[in-house]
């Protein structure tokens, strides 16, 4: 069983900065990323990196947030600068073998207003 494993979160003021990471235990996955989810609304898609390097934001995060990659250590990591009250949420961890997720347990970004 494969498993992803989040870290970095926390609490930080409107305009500060949090780099998140997150650490596979295999080298299997063709592209990872970030999911978040707000108290009571929908898991909503962040940033995605292919294993080639490319990469994909949500509107709402780019030019703000940096997503990245380390194959070596089975790591991705997401730079969020600029941070926003609406940005607070527990931020998921996943991996893409061929269609089918993988997740982590999560790490909460609290960003108060």
């Known amino acids: 069983q494969v498993q992803l494993v989040e870290s970095g979160g926390g609490l930080v003021q409107p305009g500060g900065s949090l780099r998140l990471s997150c650490a596979a235990s295999?080298?299997?996955?063709?592209?990872m990323g970030w999911y978040r989810q707000a108290s009571g609304k929908e898991r909503e898609w962040v940033a995605r990196?292919?294993?080639?390097?490319?990469?994909f934001y949500d509107d709402s995060v780019k030019g703000r947030f940096t997503i990245s990659r380390d194959n070596a250590k089975n790591k991705v990591y997401l730079q969020m600068n600029s941070l926003r009250a609406e940005d607070t949420a527990v931020y998921y961890c996943?991996?893409?073998?061929?269609?089918?997720?993988?997740w982590g347990q999560g790490t909460q970004v609290t960003v108060p207003s």
């Open positions: 990196i292919t294993d080639g390097g490319r990469t």
């Open positions: 996943y991996g893409d073998l061929i269609g089918t997720l993988y």
């Open positions: 295999a080298s299997i996955f063709n592209a």
